[in-house]
């Protein structure tokens, strides 16, 4: 699944790559700064209800999402709740992320390559207006960078799946048909 952080500017079709730029930066910053944070008193309970809402939005079952928050959440020596992983771990991973431009790997591939991409708008951030907007634009890029990447790259296969970014729990029936599909259509060297 192309799951890949927040693209390039280039890559927000219809924006100008500036404005995509400061605002790409502002997430990373957002990003950073959640990145291992320590659970107040009482937080716990909010974390659960804001996966009770985007179990309700998304149409995941809320068992599922309850289930991921008790396990990314650990108690330190000093009694305070942490998410998991912690901040140095999270900081180098969105730093990786952030350094790895996987079209270019894709191109480099040799090997037959399934890519699934969400069709479903990422849902929408209270607080941050233009958050739509970023993300419609960034879709518009993907899905140009998707077309131009299969019809170069017989091997790449681009299957575009009814869900967001949180295919795998929302949506698991089609990525895993996707996925058999694609497979069955190899043949064994």
Known sequence: MVGRGWGRPGQYVGLEPAYAEERLAWIRELAATAAG????????????????A???????????????????????????????????HVLEILAEIDSLDLFALFRRMG?????????????????IDWFGELMAAYAKGLARDLVELAA??????????????????????????????????????
């Not at 890519?115 to 990422?122: E, F, M, S, T, Y």
């Not at 681009?158 to 970014?165: E, G, M, P």
């Not at 599909?181 to 064994?188: K, M, N, P, Q, R």
């Open 37 to 52: 944070q320590v659970v107040p008193p009482g937080g716990l309970k909010d974390l659960l209800a804001q996966q009770r």
């Open 152 to 189: 170069s790259r017989p091997e790449v296969t681009v299957a575009d799946l009814d869900a967001t970014h949180a295919m795998l729990l929302e949506n698991p029936r089609p990525v895993a048909d996707a996925i058999l599909g694609f497979a069955a259509g190899l043949s064994v060297d």
């Open 111 to 127: 090997r037959p390559l399934l890519l699934g991409r969400a069709l479903r708008p990422v849902p929408s951030t209270p607080g």
């Open 54 to 88: 985007m179990s309700a939005q998304l149409g995941i079952p809320y068992e599922l999402l309850e289930a991921g928050v008790r396990r990314s959440v650990h108690e330190r020596a000093d009694g305070q709740l942490e998410l998991r992983p912690g901040r140095e």
